[in-house]
């Protein structure tokens, strides 16, 4: 049973630059989260996609921008990069259908900003 | 705004200790309590509580929940150098109307150090 899948791993980019970071959710799944985790802190909810539309979204810029395929799988997407988005990147999936069943996490993608 | 603090940030222990990890919160439209242990990684899961006064066990590790309080512990006993990691405590919140979702608020977490 494949659980939830992110890639790439590791990400160099420079400031300004755009990035895309994928997300695959655990088989059976249909929602997927995004988190931000700076280095020493909790993760930060950024915005949660069901249906292939935004539910939800944290207190993050609109340069932080989704999208979810009918698939399930999902892309976070993040414009004109700063130093402060050098960060690791979680994505979470659950299902909406299953009440009261905790969200599963991938090993994330760690950015660093140059 | 949603908040979950979680104390200690760090703590060093020796094997065979046992530890109690403590996380307080104020949410808004609570659904529940999680707590999940992160190694290098992903977070991985421990506990969801929702209700009130109700241990819940997996071997060494147990958790409970005052929603009255509005606090949990995580309690480890006879500590292993295995479960040094960061104890990452979240409270999941639901949307204005249950069909908009919900959404984890983590604490800083606790840095758990097991010595042998």
């Known amino acids: 049973d494949a659980g939830v899948t992110q890639s790439p791993t590791h990400l160099i980019k420079t400031r300004g630059q755009q990035v895309t970071l994928r997300c695959s959710p655990k088989s059976g799944h249909d929602t997927v989260s995004w988190y931000q985790q700076a280095l020493g802190q909790g993760p930060q909810f950024i915005f949660q996609?069901?249906?292939?539309?935004?539910?939800q979204r944290g207190n993050f810029p609109d340069r932080f921008s989704g999208h979810q395929f009918p698939n399930y799988s999902s892309e976070l997407n993040v414009n004109a990069l700063l130093l402060g988005d050098s960060a690791l990147y979680l994505c979470?999936?659950?299902?909406?259908?299953?009440?009261?069943?905790?969200?599963?996490f991938g090993d994330g993608t760690r950015l660093s900003i140059l | 705004e949603d908040k979950v603090v979680q104390s200690p940030l760090s703590l060093v222990v020796h094997e065979g200790d046992t530890v109690t990890l403590n996380c307080s919160y104020e949410v808004t439209n609570f659904r529940s309590l999680l707590w999940y242990k992160q190694e290098k990684k992903a977070p991985t899961f421990l506990f969801m509580l929702?209700?009130?006064?109700i241990e819940k066990k997996s071997g060494r590790l147990s958790s409970i929940l005052d929603k009255k309080e509005l606090f949990s512990i995580l309690n480890i006993t006879a500590t292993q150098t295995g479960d040094s990691a960061i104890y990452l405590c979240a409270v999941e919140a639901l949307a204005e109307t249950e069909t908009s979702g919900s959404r984890l608020t983590f604490g800083e977490g606790t840095q758990l150090t097991v010595n042998p």
């Open positions: 929702t209700s009130s006064g």
């Open positions: 996609y069901y249906e292939e539309e935004e539910r």
């Open positions: 979470a999936s659950s299902s909406a259908g299953h009440y009261m069943q905790p969200q599963h």
